[in-house]
């Protein structure tokens, strides 16, 4: 998933899109996201770039286990979900399997 659908995700006021609902439901969780209605810049840094700020908002998120096994059940997801990056749910995978 690029940053431009996650961005769509994440707009309280997003279209509402028919084909594109058939492909992706955003599940009832993401409406309680402390991330809900920000951005997607902190979460979807440039190489180099710092994920504090993401991170920072993931540690008081009351959706964030959610938010984490949702990407953990998607290896294609990009960007920080559940206070993690890519590099830390392939090792959270490895260590599960």
């Known amino acids: 998933m690029n940053a ?3 961005s ?12 594109f609902e058939q492909i992706w439901v955003r599940p009832a969780w993401m409406a309680q996201g402390a991330c809900h209605g920000t951005g997607t810049d902190a979460f979807f840094p440039e190489r180099g770039e710092h994920v504090t ?3 920072s908002m993931c540690r008081g ?3 964030r286990q959610e938010c ?3 990407a953990l ?7 920080v ?8 749910r392939a090792r959270l995978r490895r260590a599960a399997s």
């Open 4 to 6: 431009a659908t996650v």
């Open 8 to 19: 769509w995700l994440m707009v309280p006021e997003a279209p509402y899109l028919p084909d």
């Open 53 to 55: 700020s993401a991170r």
């Open 61 to 63: 998120c009351p959706v």
């Open 68 to 70: 984490l096994e949702h």
């Open 73 to 79: 059940d998607g290896p294609e997801l990009a960007g």
């Open 81 to 88: 979900w559940g206070g993690t990056n890519e590099k830390e």
